[in-house]
């Protein structure tokens, strides 16, 4: 199985901060990466996919991108909305694989 | 508009079975994958089974194959996952989601349906 690992696993940061998550595999998988994002209590919500195109209706602030193996999320201005935990998942290899997560909370 | 609305779940005894369903409704229900992610209590999320949109094939993690079977009625546009020698480790909420028609991302999640596998 490809596994995902997200970095860190948590992250402190103030409204407006621009906050960047890392997602690595463990062996090549193009472009076959989305990010979502999960508040307590709620089902995921997705953010990315094909690791730096936005789905409909998510704000511009998130953004994604890849150089090889590693993955990055950003957020360009956090808002008291984002705080949240954020999961990469691959489906390059028919068993999809989730990173374990980075929570972000608020400083 | 989309929705997928999960029913089932429970309490269980260690090696019971329990079976989950997952209403589509607001799209094509044929026309898409689906799958069934778990997440542990505090933990994070773990794919652990999808079906492709004609029945045709299934797929499963290691961590439940043999155990747990996933099916679909497209006439009822339902999803339902059996889960049979339940143990301990099984406990987490159960989230049925809709890939994409392009590939294996998740627009859509059901609201998540708690199994709790204790003595």
């Known amino acids: 199985d490809i596994q995902m690992t997200q970095s860190p696993s948590s992250l402190s940061a103030s409204v407006g901060d621009r906050v960047t998550f890392t997602c690595r595999a463990s062996?090549?998988?193009?472009?076959?990466l989305a990010w979502y994002q999960q508040k307590p209590g709620k089902a995921p919500n997705l953010l990315v996919y094909?690791?730096?195109r936005l789905e409909s209706g998510v704000p511009s602030r998130f953004s994604g991108s890849v150089s090889g193996t590693d993955y990055t999320l950003t957020i360009g201005s956090l808002q008291p909305e984002d705080f949240a935990t954020y999961y990469c998942?691959?489906?390059?290899?028919?068993?999809?694989?989730f990173g374990q997560g980075t929570r972000l909370e608020i400083k | 508009q989309v929705q997928l609305v999960q029913s089932g779940g429970g309490l269980v005894k260690p090696g019971g079975s329990l079976r989950l369903s997952c209403a589509a409704s607001?799209?094509?229900?044929?026309?898409?994958?689906m799958s069934w992610v778990r997440q542990a209590p505090g933990k994070g999320l773990e794919w652990i089974s999808y079906?492709?949109?004609?029945?045709?094939?299934?797929r499963y993690a290691d961590s439940v194959k043999g155990r747990f079977t996933i099916s679909r009625d497209n006439a009822k546009n339902s999803l339902s996952l059996q889960m049979n020698s339940l143990r301990a480790e099984d406990t987490a909420v159960y989230y049925c989601?809709?890939?994409?028609?392009?590939?294996?991302?998740?627009?859509?999640w059901g609201q998540g349906t708690l199994v709790t596998v204790s003595s």
């Open positions: 062996q090549a998988i193009g472009i076959s």
């Open positions: 998942q691959q489906y390059y290899d028919p068993q999809y694989t």
């Open positions: 094909s690791a730096s």
């Open positions: 079906i492709s949109s004609t029945n045709t094939y299934t």
């Open positions: 607001g799209f094509t229900f044929s026309d898409y994958f």
């Open positions: 989601a809709r890939e994409s028609r392009v590939s294996g991302w998740y627009n859509y």
